[in-house]
């Protein structure tokens, strides 16, 4: 009787003892233990609940985990879930997290929302909070630009900005500043009546540009703008004249020739109309000739008025010979060396 009592006991106990070992192996192979105790150890607790749920959902839990601790040591009070929704979001926590760490060093302003929404923006949100607290200085290309002398003038502009962090999302970035500065020397350099105005005194360009407000709605503040290089260039006007006078010289011979082409279709035209009147001229010619035979063979018109009527028009060409001759003047002599 005490045999059958104590088998159910013996079985009870195995099968209590190989849930718990199952626990402890279920809990070594889902939890990752030394993850969880390191940040334990760091003051930066992290529940084996919440471990087991990243390793479920396919979260660089050990990332985020290091991370986690970094912000925790810094004194930054982010809640681990901010940060695991911000990763799955497809944000870089590591920058996030630099970002804060480095405005708090600063004594700067800067949300967690507001560095979330920066970087998901696609700026490099430490890049920022550095520039905010030491301001970049960019520079421009050669621009070029004529003064109303016809000079080129060509000149470099360095660009100190700011970085304003409530201005990063949705606005322009350096580049829309140096484009603007660039449309700016153009304008400032084409209002100088000289070329020697700009040379003199290059501030002018950067009192022009600071007055126009360039930096709005771009995510910086411009500080200061200097003319660092001033060049002079090629005489453009001089230039841009001879270009305009060569122009018209083509456009004149152009028109000349026409001209020419239509006096050369005018002169052929005319010798075709001359052609056709001689050819005019000599039916008629033909016709006469006929009229006097017949009017021969009728006895209307006898021998002796034909050959008076040919005598006369040899009499008429030897008087048209002669006035001819009258009309040319004999070529002068070369005189003789005595």
Same mark, same amino acid.
């Given at each position: 009787?005490?045999?059958?009592?104590?088998?159910p006991?013996?079985?009870?106990?195995?099968?209590?003892?190989?849930?718990?070992?199952?626990?402890?192996?279920?809990?070594?192979?889902?939890?990752?233990? !030394?993850?969880?105790? %390191?940040?334990?150890?760091?003051?930066?607790?992290?529940?084996m609940? %919440?471990?087991?749920?990243?390793?479920?959902?396919?979260?660089?839990?050990?990332?985020?985990?290091?991370?986690?601790?970094?912000?925790?040591?810094?004194?930054?009070?982010?809640?681990?879930?901010?940060?695991?929704?911000?990763?799955?979001?497809?944000?870089?926590?590591?920058?996030?997290?630099?970002?804060?760490?480095?405005?708090?060093?600063?004594?700067?302003? /800067?949300? /967690?929302?507001?560095?979330k929404?920066?970087?998901?923006?696609?700026?490099?949100?430490?890049?920022?909070?550095?520039?905010?607290?030491?301001?970049?200085?960019?520079?421009?290309?050669?621009?070029?630009?004529?003064?109303?002398?016809?000079?080129?003038?060509?000149?470099?502009?360095?660009?100190?900005? =700011?970085?304003?962090?409530?201005?990063?999302?949705?606005?322009?970035?350096?580049?829309?500043i140096?484009a603007?500065?660039?449309?700016?020397?153009?304008?400032?350099?084409g209002?100088?009546?000289?070329?020697?105005?700009?040379?003199?005194?290059?501030?002018?360009?950067s009192?022009?540009?600071?007055?126009?407000? /360039?930096? %709005?709605?771009?995510?910086?503040?411009?500080?200061?703008?200097?003319i660092?290089d001033?060049?002079?260039?090629?005489? /453009?006007?001089?230039?841009?004249k001879?270009?305009?006078?060569?122009?018209k =010289?083509?456009?004149?011979?152009?028109?000349?020739?026409e001209?020419r082409?239509?006096?050369?279709?005018?002169?052929?035209?005319?010798?075709?109309?001359?052609?056709?009147?001689?050819?005019?001229?000599?039916?008629?010619?033909?016709?006469?000739?006929?009229?006097?035979?017949?009017?021969?063979?009728n006895? =209307?018109?006898?021998?002796?008025?034909?050959?008076?009527?040919?005598?006369?028009?040899?009499?008429?060409?030897? %008087?048209n010979s002669?006035?001819?001759?009258?009309?040319?003047?004999?070529?002068?002599?070369?005189?003789? !060396?005595?």
């Amino acid at each position: 009787m005490n045999s059958m009592l104590l088998f159910p006991l013996w079985a009870t106990l195995t099968i209590i003892i190989s849930c718990v070992v199952l626990i402890i192996v279920a809990i070594i192979v889902m939890v990752p233990i !030394n993850v969880w105790f %390191r940040a334990l150890a760091s003051g930066a607790h992290v529940s084996m609940f %919440r471990l087991i749920g990243m390793k479920m959902r396919k979260v660089d839990y050990k990332k985020l985990v290091n991370i986690y601790i970094i912000s925790q040591k810094a004194g930054l009070h982010i809640p681990i879930s901010e940060l695991e929704t911000h990763l799955m979001a497809g944000g870089d926590i590591e920058k996030v997290v630099d970002a804060l760490i480095a405005a708090h060093s600063a004594k700067m302003e /800067l949300t /967690l929302e507001q560095a979330k929404a920066i970087d998901l923006a696609g700026r490099d949100v430490v890049e920022a909070v550095k520039t905010s607290v030491t301001p970049k200085v960019v520079r421009t290309n050669w621009i070029e630009a004529m003064a109303k002398n016809g000079i080129q003038v060509k000149a470099i502009a360095q660009v100190t900005v =700011k970085a304003r962090l409530d201005r990063q999302i949705g606005t322009a970035d350096t580049e829309t500043i140096l484009a603007r500065v660039g449309e700016g020397i153009v304008s400032a350099i084409g209002k100088a009546a000289t070329h020697t105005e700009i040379l003199a005194d290059p501030s002018i360009i950067s009192k022009t540009i600071l007055a126009d407000h /360039l930096d %709005r709605q771009t995510a910086y503040e411009i500080l200061s703008i200097d003319i660092c290089d001033v060049d002079v260039g090629s005489n /453009l006007g001089a230039k841009l004249k001879i270009e305009e006078a060569e122009a018209k =010289k083509k456009i004149s011979q152009a028109a000349a020739e026409e001209r020419r082409a239509q006096a050369f279709a005018l002169e052929q035209e005319n010798k075709a109309k001359t052609q056709e009147m001689q050819a005019v001229v000599l039916a008629a010619e033909s016709e006469v000739h006929k009229a006097m035979a017949t009017a021969l063979r009728n006895g =209307k018109f006898g021998v002796m008025d034909y050959y008076k009527l040919q005598n006369l028009a040899a009499d008429t060409n030897m %008087r048209n010979s002669i006035s001819s001759a009258k009309d040319k003047k004999p070529m002068p002599k070369p005189e003789e !060396n005595n």
